[in-house]
């Protein structure tokens, strides 16, 4: 029975002892994220496009 005790345990220490964030908060870090999400996928996406473009570039004067 030692995993009911444990199952018990662990739901008395998420009820009682987590500090869990404010609803506010949690919409804060999450515009925090997406905008810093989109920032990396703009700037991922620039610099697959100028070494696309460079790679290919450079192979079409490779083969002439």
Do not use: C
């Amino acid at each position: 029975m030692k995993v009911i005790e444990y199952v018990k345990d662990s739901f008395a220490e998420f009820k009682d002892h987590v500090t869990w964030p404010t609803w506010a908060s949690l919409q804060q870090d999450t515009i925090i994220v997406a905008i810093a999400t989109a920032i990396l996928a703009l700037f991922l996406y620039a610099v697959d496009s100028l070494f696309g473009n460079v790679i290919i570039k450079n192979l079409f004067e490779l083969l002439r």
